[in-house]
Structures are given as C-alpha cells and as structure tokens.
C-alpha cells in the first residue's frame, strides 16, 4: 500500500504533535498539513489534497461534524476519521459518513487500524458513499391510520420499530401505534439514521444511548429518556461493536 497523504485537524496544538508522532510511529503515513479548524481544513484541502482527514469534533466556530458534512461534499472527497476526547458524537460521526471514530487518548495500534481501514477504500467509493449521504430522499414522517384518518409522526420522535408478525410497533415520544410496512422497507428508506440491531427491530441511533453485554453475554441496546433496553442480536453484535467501536 502506498504512503497515505494525512490532514490533522484539532485546535489544540498537544493533540496535533501527539498525532503526528503516532503516525511517524507507524510509519505508513505522510502529514501532509494541519488545520486548527474547520474553515482551515476546507481551505487546505485542494492544496493537500489528502487521501485521509484526522478531524477534532469540539472546534471552534464550525465543528468537526459539519466540516465532515462539507468535506462530503467534494467531488473525490478524502476519507474522515474521527479523533475526540468525547464519546457522544459517535452517532453523528457515522452519520456524516466518517470511517473510523477515534477516542482520546489514541493508542498507536487503533490509529494503524483505522488508516488501515480507510487505506481500503477509493475515491470513487468515498464519493459515492458522500453522494448517497446528501442526495438520498430522506423520509421525514411515518403516517399512521388511526380509524378514518392518517396522523403523520415525525421520525425525529420515532425510537425504534419493532416487528411482530403482520404489523410493526412504532415507539416513539407519544406512545405506540401500530403500520403494515414491512421492517426492511423502513430499514431500506430510513438509511443511516435507524440501525437494524434485531431481524425484529430497529432503533433510531438519535435514541442509541448505549451498547451493552448482560453476565450471560447477551448483548442489548439501552435507549434515551425511557428505561427500556432491546434485544441484539448474535448476528448483528459484530456489526454494531466495529461500527460503533465498543
């Protein structure tokens, strides 16, 4: 594999030095320029042109989520991996098409892992990833019929839908009501923004508070504001545990 030409984005200066060590540690990467915000990372971009973007979250003025977003929006964008000291972003990372979620303090190994990762993936896979993110036609509201009429629910209220036989439970800030799609047609329109965790459930990652294993190794979801958690699947645990590096 070739030398991947790395951009560092974080504002403080002790982060910046101790990623750039890390990666003359691993000896598979070039530093190829470093930004202290957002607006400078976009800037630098055509002038780096960077095949990998390591990006801070908490910046100030526009945020690594939103620069994330814009650089998304690049015709061969560079691939995104997080680096934060914070965990509660990890939803949002993921959905702003970022490859890989780093927490502070980044351990050498993790970092090989996650440039290895994103070494893997081409521009053309990068932008058509991007191109679904931003063009995509993103349903906005689950329609319910209640007697004779239709109520629309938000998906932002929406926690997750859970399959039982011919009809699919909707949970969501005002209760429970019951649809006739099918849980893979919501999965399929929903995208990025609900996670299959169960072939009978599916959950709003706006709600995902955590991951988590019983004494027995089950593994289950537990969700905001509700004492509720949710069966995960043997199948699906992998899938969540790398996507969400737990």
Do not use: W
């Not at 974080?10 to 750039?20: G, K, S, T, Y």
Request: hydrophobic share 45%; with cysteine; aromatic share 4%.
């Amino acid at each position: 594999m070739s030398t991947l030409r790395v951009l560092i984005v974080d504002d403080e200066v002790p982060a910046r030095e101790r990623l750039r060590a890390l990666l003359a540690e691993t000896g598979e990467a070039q530093v190829v320029g470093e930004a202290t915000d957002g607006e400078d990372a976009l800037r630098q971009l055509d002038d780096c042109d960077p095949d990998i973007v390591l990006l801070d979250v908490r910046m100030p003025g526009m945020d690594g989520i939103e620069t994330a977003r814009r650089i998304a929006e690049n015709p061969a964008p560079p691939a995104v991996i997080f680096t934060t000291a914070f965990d509660e972003y990890a939803l949002s990372a993921f959905d702003a098409q970022a490859v890989a979620y780093l927490l502070k303090p980044i351990r050498r190994e993790k970092l090989a892992a996650a440039l290895a990762q994103a070494g893997r993936l081409t521009r053309p896979q990068l932008a058509q990833a991007a191109a679904v993110a931003r063009f995509a036609p993103q349903r906005t509201h689950i329609a319910v019929k209640v007697r004779d009429t239709t109520r629309l629910i938000p998906l932002a209220e929406v926690r997750c839908f859970i399959a039982d036989q011919k009809y699919v439970t909707v949970r969501h800030e005002a209760g429970e009501d019951l649809i006739e799609e099918s849980l893979k047609s919501l999965e399929e329109d929903l995208g990025t923004s609900f996670v299959r965790i169960h072939r009978s459930a599916l959950v709003n990652i706006a709600y995902l508070a955590a991951i988590e294993r019983d004494a027995a190794g089950q593994y289950c979801v537990r969700l905001r504001e509700r004492d509720e958690r949710l069966v995960v699947s043997r199948r699906m645990a992998s899938e969540l545990r790398e996507r969400f590096r737990i």
